[in-house]
């Protein structure tokens, strides 16, 4: 329906707006620096926000010119350039928080600060049997328990500096699907590895945020072997390496990160932090939680 038609019936009041350079592609974004309309095709992700095809150019030619400085550089989360929505990372915040909680919670009722324990870290953790007898939530309540002081400090560093960026540019909503999505997804790749073996951790959960910048990166820079590639393959390896870590969870969750921007991208058909969230966008993640979750029953079934 055109802008005067939709006028007269009453049905909106705002003038619909088309790409300058596509005049055929309707749409809601604007250039950052001069105002007019463009598309998800002429778009260029910066630092403050959508360029033109236009104005890109003196972006780009910045970024280069601030990269050059006299220190060394070293791999940051931060790197690809990402629109930030100015939510001041609230979600990340709160759910640092959550874990941290949680964390002295466990520690007054286990055995001290490095040695967590007592009811709620029995009740919340992942274990096969358990999830078998019908504790469900033990899927997600086990990626807000941490066994050490060093286990909550690593997650919670690494949360911080790949969920903030992340959240900035998909915003919360979005965000937020992803971590629980992830950490469900992490829960079930933990009991597919190691159904008898007790796990706790947000790895999971932090591997999907991980798998969404894999994403994101992508889209902006056009890279997959970027940044996010380099963490990935880096904490993976890791991961493998070391005993006593469930690579089955960080598998598990970079799997649900990775699908559930996509399907907030629509699978490469729209953008995937200015896509509608509709049902369209929302039935990836939702699939991907609900069949984590069947999986999981699915592995221990008959260990209660």
């Known amino acids: 329906m055109d802008a005067h038609a939709a006028t007269l019936a009453g049905m909106s009041t705002v003038e619909t707006r088309y790409c300058y350079r596509h005049p055929d592609r309707e749409t809601g974004l604007s250039c950052s620096e001069c105002g007019r309309p463009i598309c998800e095709d002429c778009m260029t992700v910066a630092p403050v926000g959508l360029r033109c095809p236009e104005h890109a150019g003196a972006s780009r030619r ?3 010119r601030a990269s050059r400085g006299g220190v060394a550089a070293r791999p940051s989360l931060r790197a690809p350039a990402l629109p930030m929505r100015r939510t001041t990372a609230l979600v990340t915040r709160i759910l640092i928080g959550l874990n941290v909680a949680v964390y002295l919670v466990t520690v007054v009722q286990g055995g001290g600060i490095n040695s967590p324990g007592g009811s709620l870290f029995d009740k919340w953790l992942l274990y096969g049997p358990y999830v078998a007898r019908g504790d469900w939530w033990r899927l997600i309540t086990a990626a807000f328990l941490h066994e050490g002081i060093l286990h909550i400090g690593f997650n919670m560093l690494a949360l911080w500096f790949v969920g903030a960026p992340v959240e900035e540019y998909l915003g919360r909503v979005r965000y937020l699907l992803v971590y629980l999505v992830s950490g469900l997804a992490g829960s079930a790749g933990a009991l597919f590895q190691s159904p008898h073996v007790p796990t ?4 999971g959960a932090i591997f999907g945020i991980l798998g969404a910048l894999l994403v994101i990166e992508y889209q902006v820079t056009g890279r997959l072997m970027g940044t996010a590639m380099t963490w990935i393959v880096l ?5 493998f390496a070391v005993p006593g870590i469930s690579w089955g969870g960080h598998v598990g969750g970079l799997i649900a990160g990775i699908l559930c921007t996509l399907g907030f991208a629509r699978f490469g058909r729209g953008h ?11 039935s990836i993640p939702v699939l991907v939680g609900v069949l984590s979750v069947v999986a999981a029953y699915w592995r221990v079934r008959g260990m209660a």
């Open 272 to 282: 995937p932090a200015y896509s509608p969230l509709g049902v369209a966008t929302l």
């Open 235 to 239: 904490n993976l390896a890791i991961s």
């Open 200 to 203: 706790v951790g947000a790895s």
């Open 62 to 64: 910045t970024s280069v």
